[in-house]
C-alpha cells in the first residue's frame, strides 16, 4: 500500500531564506507523487507533479522538488521564502490505480518570519 | 469561471438534522472526488465517481451518500448528522488518475 510521510509538522524560516520540507513515501511501484499548498481557508493548489518523467521537478512560485528513489524521498525546496508562501503544505501520493486515489501526508505548517 | 465549484462554502446546522453538498465542475473531467479534512487538517479520501459511477466507497458511515446525475456533478447528502462530522469537505475532479486533482474551495460543516 502506498503512504507518505512528512517529516515535520511545522517548519519555520526567516524571509528571504532557503524552504525545504520534507516528505518520504512508501510505494509497491513506480509512484506519482504532488505537492499541494494550502493557505489559511482556502482550497488546495497543486504546486508541482513527478509523473516518471524528470526527477528535478519545477513548481510554481519557485517551488520545486526532487524525485530520489533510492531514499524514496520527495522534498519541497524554495530558494528564498516569501511572506506569501506561509501556508499548509502537503505531499500526497497516487495509488496510480484506475480509481486516481491520492494519499495524503499529515501536512506542514510552514511560517515565514520577516 | 471556477473550475470546480462548491456550495454552500459555510454550513451550520444542528445535530439529527440532513443536509447536502454540491459540487460541479466545468473542466470535463471524467473522474470526481469527495474528501474530508479533519481538524488536524489530515485529508482522506471519502468517495469518488468516475463518469457517474461509483468506484471509490471507504470506510464511511451509511449516514453519507453520494449522488452524481452526470458527470459534471457530485453531490453529498448527510443524514442524521453527528458531531463528529463537522470538518472541512472538499470537492475534486481529474482528468485520468495519476494527473493531480482540481479542488474546489471546501464546505466548512459545522454541527451543533
Known amino acids: 500500500a502506498q503512504s507518505v510521510t512528512q517529516l515535520d509538522s511545522h517548519v519555520s524560516v526567516s524571509e528571504g531564506t532557503p524552504v525545504l520540507l520534507r516528505c518520504n513515501y512508501s510505494?509497491?511501484?513506480?509512484?506519482?507523487l504532488f505537492w499541494y499548498v494550502q493557505h489559511p481557508n482556502k482550497g488546495l493548489q497543486l504546486l508541482l507533479k513527478?509523473?516518471?518523467?524528470?526527477?528535478l521537478v519545477k513548481g510554481i512560485n519557485g517551488f520545486e522538488a526532487e524525485f530520489k528513489k533510492s531514499e524514496t524521498s520527495f522534498h519541497l525546496t524554495k530558494p528564498s521564502a516569501h511572506m506569501s508562501d506561509a501556508a499548509e503544505y502537503f505531499c500526497?501520493?497516487?495509488?496510480?490505480?484506475?480509481?486516481?486515489?491520492?494519499?495524503f501526508g499529515q501536512g506542514t505548517t510552514l511560517q515565514v518570519k520577516p | 469561471d471556477t473550475a470546480v465549484s462548491q456550495t454552500p462554502k459555510y454550513l451550520v446546522t444542528q445535530m439529527g438534522n440532513d443536509k447536502s453538498i454540491k459540487c460541479e465542475q466545468n473542466?470535463?473531467?471524467?473522474?470526481m472526488y469527495w474528501y474530508k479534512q479533519d481538524s488536524k487538517k489530515f485529508l482522506k479520501i471519502m468517495f469518488s465517481?468516475?463518469?457517474?459511477?461509483?468506484?471509490i466507497n471507504e470506510t464511511v458511515p451509511n449516514r453519507f451518500s453520494p449522488k452524481s446525475p452526470d458527470k459534471a456533478h457530485l453531490n453529498l447528502h448527510i443524514n442524521s448528522l453527528e458531531l463528529g462530522d463537522s470538518a472541512v469537505y472538499f470537492c475534486?475532479?481529474?482528468?485520468?488518475?495519476?494527473?493531480?486533482?482540481?479542488f474546489g474551495s471546501g464546505t466548512r460543516l459545522t454541527v451543533v
Open positions: 475534486a475532479s481529474s482528468p485520468n488518475p495519476g494527473y493531480g486533482y482540481t
Open positions: 510505494s509497491s511501484y513506480s509512484p506519482s
Open positions: 513527478y509523473t516518471s518523467a524528470a526527477t
Open positions: 500526497v501520493v497516487s495509488d496510480r490505480s484506475n480509481t486516481g486515489k491520492l494519499i
Open positions: 473542466l470535463g473531467h471524467d473522474t
Open positions: 465517481y468516475n463518469n457517474k459511477e461509483l468506484i
